[in-house]
């Protein structure tokens, strides 16, 4: 969630599901809402039953957009130039220049007044790329994009860039001028280098026209959503955003965020209830998967993992280039030595460098889909697959299938026997004996398939898309040798250390010395998830006296902590506040803070120091949230206060004092506490390794030319260009069509869940594409009638649904059709169809490495693939 | 629907038992015998999930169809059946007035309809009326259930029902249809459709109130410009007609009823006795007429 934290300060959706409700306006782009996350979607209609408009802008029309009011098409992967022309829009507005309401919100919440260096050149001055281009190194250098004088720590361990790697001296010290005044600004936004002016600049050329001409949205529907947006902000109301996969799927998807995190900026509407930005997460604990994290490239809790590419040498190092000198993150010391603390207790001291030098450093990058490519090329020899089912997600499957038949061993833990653990007996390449293979007979990978336990078979907690902890108990006991995830990685952990147990030899301290002492029960040894949830939790060291918040954590070895942001959630040894359940009554406050545990400190909305006034006033009674008491001298109302509870409005930091560090260097009007300025950054002036500003870019394979600047994608993409993984070139005439992949409502992502239930596998039993009638009618294509779809990857065999849902679209002068296909489907369980992610390519986002599944070309044609087997296979 | 106060007293998810009357938490109502419940499917709200089909499903342990691709927008179940008792209907109607595909939408659903059909809970009903045996009855909650082991397999039943809900299942030879979740009513839960709508497009209810709460919504609708918007099956309306004074399953509807493949016009098998009767009868008589005066003539 690099888009989010690098523009608000913390990688997470800033509002509460239920909060939507509270909305006058919600946008769903980049999501398919009502298909993807039901549930949620009831609190969207709520919204509508107060009388919300409700706007819909995606490439397809879906079951959310017939729940919509304002239904926008826009062609994949063109988001971008849509959004820059409502941000385009906006700012040039009567009512945006004239309402005093957005003046006051954005000079004082955001940094649109802050000034950057003179030297910085933008985008739309080199033809699509900013200043600082290394063609070279393929990346940026961002010292340009800094603010005049000073050098902005990223508020980023996941994507931290440093300004000036190459001397991070000299950036250390440069940070120092941020603990000795505040940023350069001029608040009358006259300054030709200050961020309203860059934006303005930047965005002058993404006209109604423009937008129409390269998304293919009407000028007239595209206006009808501007206006939408801007009759919906300010003072007494306000409008939600909700994006999910359809965005991040994207090479520009970390942007794609960050724009409609600038036009909430811009409206006024984060921190205030009805407002901010939903991140709704592609699983039920994927929020947690990156809280905790399963990321390589993270430690708990979004502390930086050591890395060989940073000057990360030693611990004293490593925490003096990766702890900014203000806002929040200035704790940083505090969190790492807990967290060392509670992973090699009494074996961690000052004196050993809390045993920092045990934890690998990363060389590269270790996501999955260059994980993928180092297993095709033997780099890697072992693999364990825990709820992951990569022949179906993995992109460019035919590759990951070469790579996993490279692999010696691979275990694979699942409810039922997936594609990953059968590729090497079912997959088509298998099965051809006289094909290229890899054939069935010569695969020696050996595969280890161990029954995985259901959720309502153990007990845990899941984090959902609004940062909210909700415990579940054991409801029954899983079947015979199914056992949980946890239950597997405790005894594996044991087992290993068993084995290390006599050895001398140090590389294996970390695993003698790891603090592995969970409480288990019954004759099967199940460990204890609360006493897990505790330890993630923190507690004083040695006494395990649980602790309340994190402000309790201490730099000196006396607190353990697993994950910093979710200490509170088990404040006593005696109260799990994620199991808690007390929902507010119809009169009460409408946060249900006693429902589940939010991190941080259990804050529903997060920034809402915005939802008053510079004063500290509600901006509104019809919106009133949080606000100032000036006479009990702290911030009340609604929710915890994401603020220090007791800075007054009007507290300026007296810099002739001397430096002041952490948040005490940002004024009484500063809602975004962890960053180092205390604003929402509109400019990002580090963190992203792509733009300050999004800016729009063709998806890495395009049928058009970039409409917009001589720079046709995203300058530092991650491209992988090999004989395996070959990319189309701009508006091939071989692969002329858009496609775009998604996910059904009726399964659930890989579909182990759902393709193996007959009352879910009956509802959409057998892949499809959609295709609109236009291109079905230039190709004689008729409903149901099977058709091959190839890449230069390969080529699966489907069924054609035509309908009208889809769209060709007019793009600079040429129509282009598009087709979209959900790609849950494999050979395996009572659902069945071809795998689509053999079309998709291994691409990544240069923030994320996410690849773009949302928006690549391909060709069709009428008619069946030969194959040995004909048809699709069932089991 | 907001939290009901009785919320605060369940806050463990373990419990001793079976919240006692859980309908009234999760649809606010209480479920007493003698009293009248049924449904109000609303499909404004419907996001078409089709979580109604697969808690039905799960609950009443039915079976899934044959796994095929129909080809009918997002429909794969086709129809109610003897095994399938909430079916999720896929209208597609894209284009606007002048053709186009449509961008600006009427609030709520529009332009692709999403129906949760179910079995309507007639009063009367031609069911039980044609029903030989008495398998099939009216329960205390003003509810039609077949109960399977008195019936006789003789599929009166099945062209009775105007709607196409009855069928008779090949393997036991017995005729099947939602119970409106009898089991769980007796138990003071909710059927377990409306209990899975994530936006209470399926309402469950007593079906006065139910009556009083849809007519609102029609109002409501209206004035916010979905003039289209009707109710089919409260008394007085479509749906309603022919002896059948009300469906105890009734629907907000924005189109005609034939889109929604329901009848516009149904009607009580009794009604159909008498002209048929009469039109056999006049027939003979005018054959015989004939033959007389051909004789005559002779």
Request: proline share 8%; net charge negative; glycine share 8%.
């Amino acid at each position: 969630m690099p888009s989010l934290g690098a523009t608000f300060g913390r990688g997470a959706a800033t509002t509460a599901q239920w909060d939507i409700a509270n909305a006058d306006c919600v946008v769903i782009m980049g999501s398919n809402m009502a298909e993807n996350h039901p549930i949620a979607f009831r609190f969207v209609m709520q919204a509508k039953e107060k009388g919300a408009t409700i706007i819909h802008a995606d490439p397809r029309f879906t079951r959310t957009s017939a729940l919509c009011d304002i239904y926008a098409p826009v062609r994949a992967g063109s988001d971008i130039a849509f959004l820059g022309g409502l941000i385009n829009y906006i700012i040039n507005s009567e009512r945006w220049l004239n309402d005093a309401f957005f003046r006051e919100y954005v000079v004082n919440y955001t940094n649109i007044a802050t000034i950057i260096e003179d030297n910085f050149q933008d985008a739309s001055e080199l033809d699509g790329l900013f200043s600082g281009w290394q063609a070279e190194k393929l990346s940026y250098n961002v010292d340009s994009w800094q603010y005049r004088g000073m050098d902005i720590p990223a508020t980023l361990a996941e994507a931290y860039v440093h300004p000036s790697t190459e001397d991070p001296d000299k950036a250390i010290e440069k940070q120092q001028e941020l603990t000795r005044r505040l940023p350069p600004s001029d608040r009358t936004l006259q300054d030709p280098k200050c961020v309203y002016q860059i934006l303005k600049r930047h965005y002058a050329a993404y006209t109604p026209e423009m937008v129409e001409r390269v998304s293919g949205c009407p000028k007239k529907t595209f206006l009808k959503v501007a206006e939408t947006l801007l009759n919906n902000a300010g003072r007494e109301r306000t409008g939600a955003w909700c994006y999910a996969v359809g965005w991040t799927h994207h090479t520009t998807g970390v942007q794609m965020i960050r724009a409609a995190a600038i036009i909430q900026c811009l409206l006024g509407n984060i921190g205030r209830p009805g407002g901010g930005i939903l991140a709704l997460r592609g699983h039920c604990s994927i929020q947690g998967s990156t809280d905790v994290p399963t990321l390589y490239n993270m430690l708990p809790g979004y502390l930086p993992q050591p890395s060989a590419m940073k000057p990360h040498k030693n611990f004293d190092r490593y925490v003096e280039v990766e702890t900014p000198p203000t806002g929040w993150w200035h704790n940083f010391p505090k969190y790492i030595i807990s967290l060392l603390r509670a992973w090699y207790g009494n074996a961690a001291s000052a004196e050993n460098e809390w045993r920092y030098p045990w934890i690998p450093k990363i060389v590269a990058d270790h996501s999955q889909e260059p994980m993928m490519l180092a297993i095709a090329d033997g780099l890697i020899r072992g693999l364990l697959l825990i709820g992951q089912n990569p022949v179906i997600g993995g992109h460019n499957s035919k590759l990951v299938r070469k790579g996993l038949a490279n692999l010696e061993w691979m275990v694979v833990r699942e409810t039922f026997e997936n594609e990953t653990a059968s590729f090497w007996y079912k997959s088509p390449e298998a099965k051809d004996t006289n094909g290229a293979g890899p054939r069935a007979q010569d695969i020696k990978t050996e595969i280890f398939l161990l029954p995985a336990a259901l959720p309502g078979e153990k007990e845990g907690s899941f984090t959902n898309t609004q940062r909210l902890l909700q415990w579940h108990d054991k409801v029954v006991e899983p079947p015979g040798d199914c056992r949980s995830d946890l239950w597997f990685m405790f005894h594996l952990g044991k087992r290993l250390k068993q084995l290390y147990a006599n050895s001398q030899d140090p590389k294996d301290e970390p695993i003698k010395n790891l603090t592995w002492d969970y409480p288990t029960q019954g004759a099967q040894e199940v460990p204890s998830a609360d006493a897990v949830l505790k330890e993630i939790n923190g507690y004083t060291w040695p006494e395990r006296k649980q602790i309340e918040d994190f402000k309790e954590l201490k730099d000196d070895g006396s607190t353990a902590c697993g994950v910093w942001i979710y200490t509170g959630v088990y404040p006593r040894a005696d109260f799990n506040h994620a199991r808690s359940r007390k929902p507010d009554l119809p009169d009460g406050p409408g946060t249900h803070l006693d429902w589940g545990f939010a991190w941080p400190s259990n804050r529903r909305i997060m920034y809402n120091r915005a939802s008053a006034d510079a004063e500290g006033k509600p901006w509104s009674e019809r919106k009133r949230y949080m606000w100032w008491d000036g006479e009990k001298q702290q911030w009340t109302g609604k929710d915890n206060p994401d603020f220090s509870s007791n800075k007054a409005p009007d507290y300026q930091p007296d810099f002739s004092q001397g430096p002041k560090n952490g948040v005490d260097a940002h004024d009484g009007k500063a809602p975004f506490m962890m960053s180092a300025d205390g604003k929402a950054w509109i400019f990002v002036p580090s963190g992203l390794k792509d733009a300050p500003l999004p800016t729009h870019y063709e998806p890495v394979e395009s049928p058009v030319r970039n409409p917009m600047y001589g720079q046709q994608e995203n300058p530092p993409v991650k491209k992988w260009a090999r004989a395996d993984n070959p990319y189309h070139r701009v508006g091939d005439p071989q692969y002329p069509y858009v496609i775009t992949t998604y996910r059904l409502t009726e399964h659930h992502s890989g579909a182990i869940p759902t393709r193996f239930v007959p009352s879910l596998a009956e509802l959409q039993p057998e892949g499809f594409a959609e295709i609109p009638p236009e291109l079905a009618a230039e190709k004689s294509i008729a409903n149901l009638d099977w058709i091959v779809i190839s890449t230069a990857r390969g080529e699966i065999e489907s069924r054609a649904l035509i309908t009208e849902r889809l769209r060709p679209f007019e793009i600079a002068g040429r129509r282009i059709y598009q087709i979209g296909m959900p790609w849950h489907f494999g050979w395996q369980g009572y659902a069945t169809g071809d795998v689509v992610n053999v079309l998709s390519s291994i691409v990544g986002d240069p923030n994320t490495t996410i690849h773009e599944g949302k928006a690549f070309t391909c060709n069709l044609r009428k008619g069946r693939l030969q194959r040995p087997q004909q048809g699709v296979a069932r089991t | 629907m907001s939290v009901h106060p009785r919320a605060r007293e369940y806050t463990e998810s373990l419990l001793p038992g079976v919240i006692p009357q859980e309908a009234e938490l999760t649809a606010g109502t209480r479920i007493e015998p003698g009293r009248s419940y049924g449904f109000f499917t609303d499909t404004t709200l419907c996001i078409g999930c089709k979580a109604c089909e697969v808690a039905c499903k799960e609950w009443n342990e039915l079976p899934a169809e044959e796994f095929k691709l129909t080809g009918d927008s997002y429909d794969n179940t086709g129809a109610l059946s003897a095994t399938t008792w909430r079916h999720v209907s896929f209208i597609e109607k894209l284009k606007d007035a002048n053709g186009d595909r449509a961008t600006e939408l009427a609030p709520f659903q529009s332009n692709w309809l999403m129906m949760s059909d179910v079995c309507k809970h007639c009063s009367p009903a031609p069911c039980l009326e044609s029903c030989p045996t008495g398998a099939l009855f009216r329960t205390e909650f003003d509810t039609v259930v077949v109960q399977q082991d008195i019936c006789n397999g003789c599929g009166y039943c099945v062209p009775a029902c105007p709607f196409g809900v009855v069928e008779v299942n090949v393997p036991d030879g017995k005729a099947h249809k939602c119970t409106l979740c009898y089991d769980r009513l007796k138990g003071g839960l909710e059927p377990a459709c409306a209990k899975a709508c994530p936006t209470d497009s399926i309402q469950f209810g007593e079906i006065s109130a139910l009556h009083d709460r849809a007519r609102k919504r029609v109002e409501s609708l209206h004035a916010q410009g979905r003039s289209d918007a009707y109710l089919y099956g409260a008394p007085d309306t479509l749906g309603a007609t022919n002896g059948i004074n009300r469906l105890n399953a009734f629907f907000l509807l924005t189109d005609r009823p034939e889109v929604y493949n329901l009848p516009p016009q149904p009607s009580l098998p009794s009604r159909r006795v008498l002209p048929g009767l009469l039109s056999g009868l006049a027939t003979m008589a005018a054959i015989a007429i004939t033959a007389i005066v051909a004789l005559a003539g002779e």
